[in-house]
C-alpha cells in the first residue's frame, strides 16, 4: 500500500487542520493505521491510531481531547482533525499503516508499521 499525507500548513496557535491520509490499494480496509510527528531534533512520537474497522481509537496523552483520527475504508482514507493547536504540535506528520492489527499497547511502536506517507508539515506560531 502506498500513503500521501496532506493537508498541513501554517495555523496560529489555537486554530486547527485536518489532515489526510490516502491510500492506495483495493485492501486498505484491512490495515490499521497511525498518525506519528518528528519536530526538529525531536525523535518520531506517535499521535494516534486507528484500527482496521474503525472502531477502536488511541492518543498520545499529549493529544488527547485536541486530536480526532478517523477512517473512511470506502475513499481509502484515515483523517487526522487537529484542533486548540499549540506552538509545541509543530512538527512533520506522517501516516504510517500496518496490515491486520496491532495491539493497543503496541500503536505506539514505528517499528510496527511497514508503510510510511512521506509526511506533511504543520507550524503552529505563537
Known amino acids: 500500500v502506498q500513503l500521501q499525507a496532506s493537508g498541513g500548513g501554517v495555523v496560529q496557535a489555537g486554530g486547527s487542520r485536518r489532515l489526510s491520509c490516502a491510500a492506495s490499494?483495493?485492501?486498505?480496509?484491512?490495515?490499521?493505521v497511525g498518525w506519528f510527528r518528528q519536530a526538529p531534533g525531536k525523535e518520531r512520537e506517535f499521535v494516534a491510531g486507528?484500527?482496521?474497522?474503525?472502531?477502536?481509537?488511541y492518543y498520545a496523552d499529549s493529544v488527547k481531547g485536541r486530536f480526532t483520527i478517523s477512517r473512511d475504508n470506502s475513499r481509502n482514507t484515515v483523517s487526522l482533525q487537529v484542533n486548540s493547536l499549540k506552538p509545541e504540535d509543530t512538527a512533520i506528520y506522517y501516516c504510517?499503516?500496518?496490515?491486520?492489527?496491532?495491539?493497543?499497547?503496541?500503536?505506539?511502536?514505528?517499528?510496527?508499521?511497514?508503510?510510511w506517507g512521506q509526511g506533511t508539515q504543520v507550524t503552529v506560531s505563537s
Open positions: 504510517a499503516a500496518a496490515f491486520g492489527g496491532i495491539r493497543g499497547g503496541d500503536l505506539p511502536l514505528a517499528s510496527r508499521y511497514s508503510y
Open positions: 490499494g483495493r485492501t486498505f480496509g484491512t490495515y490499521t
Open positions: 486507528i484500527d482496521w474497522t474503525g472502531d477502536s481509537t
